[in-house]
């Protein structure tokens, strides 16, 4: 596709890591705007809309540069010899077209820096075909996606400190001893110099409300904004500037007004820990003195996925800061990965979910963890988030309440998946 020497041309930032990748990547956009250059940014999952994944200065890519450039690159690889291009969808396929997609965009819309989120990995990662980036990043690495990367945090950083390349600054955040030491060995055989971001207080920024809510978001942000000296105003500026959809986003219904969402795609289980944390804080700054509050959780996982490393994380999370879960409700997908059409249409199979909730009523159930003593009320397995009417808002018959002065706080996590279905039917029904 004759891509290969403007790609090597062109200014890259690279990030890889378990958690925070995509937040980011988003706190690096907004300071790269700030500071006044063009901007591409490429991520995954996207939740909504498959053009997420390609932002120009802070938006996705429009309908028609989308369809100019997909037929573009899917002409040219159609025409390419051999069957490679023609041996049927794959979730791999899929990953290096649109990282081709990607750069085709990106070089020809001559942006000033192209930001590349990991989509897996690192290593063997398809955004690691980019020889000299500018500067490569590994957020916090945690154990997520064992059964490619490795079973240890030094086997999984291993693969995540593929990206490094020689003469190329590497920087990471604070790490387990173990990921940290794997890191510092791969960068020590590129003979190049490993950095650890400071916190934000070592700019006296401690205090600094960030764009993307959460205290976790505390660490991203530093990664991004990097420097040695006191940060010029246009970093500050993008980092209170900076959003991303589907983490730590609080949504207030706009026909419910005792209704409220938050959103968060957290899915490893040092994740849950930091989401039932945020939202502890978050639903409490929303509570009203007028009203009772009834918090309800809305999960889903991948079956590849452990519910007993997972739910147990979040739900101690929630009780020790003072705000259980009072209704658990466990859902199959809405839509499918490779599809337009919605895989939840009549009784759909909620295997997977009786699994899920067995292991909820099993904590439940356990006398020996004082933190969960009265921190749930209720779990439920839900056929489907969207019935023949539009998406279902009747939270307040699923606990037997029809209060007008009970508030209700959904959190949303588990799965981006389900984030994506959750945004798509409050936003369209």
């Not at 899929?94 to 750069?103: C, D, E, I, K, Q």
Request: hydrophobic share 40%; proline share 4%; glycine share 8%.
């Amino acid at each position: 596709l004759d891509l290969e020497e403007p790609l090597s041309e062109l200014s890259v930032i690279h990030v890889a890591g378990t958690k925070g990748k995509g937040s980011t990547c988003a706190f690096v956009e907004e300071i790269l705007r700030a500071s006044g250059f063009r901007t591409g940014l490429f991520t995954s999952p996207h939740l909504l809309d498959v053009r997420e994944r390609f932002r120009f200065d802070g938006q996705p890519v429009s309908q028609e540069l989308f369809a100019k450039y997909f037929w573009w690159c899917w002409e040219r690889l159609q025409a390419l010899p051999g069957d490679s291009f023609h041996s049927g969808v794959s979730i791999a396929r899929v990953s290096r077209f649109l990282t081709v997609l990607a750069f085709k965009m990106f070089i020809s819309e001559k942006v000033d820096v192209a930001i590349l989120e990991v989509g897996l990995g690192g290593r063997y990662d398809t955004t690691n075909v980019v020889k000299s980036p500018v500067v490569c990043g590994v957020t916090s690495l945690g154990y997520d996606h064992m059964e490619v990367l490795g079973s240890t945090l030094g086997e999984i950083a291993s693969e995540k400190a593929g990206i490094f390349k020689a003469g190329v600054p590497a920087i990471t955040v604070p790490q387990a001893s173990e990921a940290l030491d794997s890191l510092q060995k791969r960068a020590k055989e590129l003979n190049i110099c490993l950095e650890v971001a400071a916190p934000l207080t070592a700019y006296g920024l401690g205090d600094l409300e960030l764009g993307l809510k959460g205290e976790h978001q505390r660490v991203n942000a530093a990664l991004a904004a990097i420097e040695h000296a006191r940060l010029p105003d246009s970093y500050i500026t993008g980092l209170v500037q900076a959003r991303w959809e589907g983490r730590a986003q609080v949504i207030h219904d706009k026909l419910c007004s005792n209704l409220s969402f938050y959103i968060d795609g957290a899915h490893s289980p040092e994740s849950m820990e930091v989401c039932g944390k945020w939202f502890s804080s978050a639903s409490k700054a929303d509570a009203s003195p007028c009203g009772d509050q009834c918090k309800i959780l809305l999960f889903n996982c991948m079956p590849k996925r452990d519910p007993q490393l997972l739910l147990p994380r979040l739900k101690e999370a929630c009780a020790r800061e003072e705000s259980p879960i009072q209704l658990a409700l466990f859902v199959p997908p809405y839509s499918s990965s490779f599809s337009v059409k919605h895989i939840c249409t009549g009784r759909a199979d909620t295997s997977w979910q009786e699994i899920l909730w067995q292991h909820w009523e099993a904590l439940e159930a356990s006398k020996d963890d004082h933190c969960f003593i009265n921190s749930s009320e209720s779990s439920s397995i839900v056929q489907q988030l969207k019935d023949d009417e539009g998406f279902s808002r009747d939270t307040s018959l699923m606990i037997g309440s029809s209060s007008a002065h009970v508030i209700f706080q959904v959190l949303v996590t588990g799965s981006l998946h389900l984030v994506g279905d959750v945004l798509k039917l409050i936003k369209y029904t």
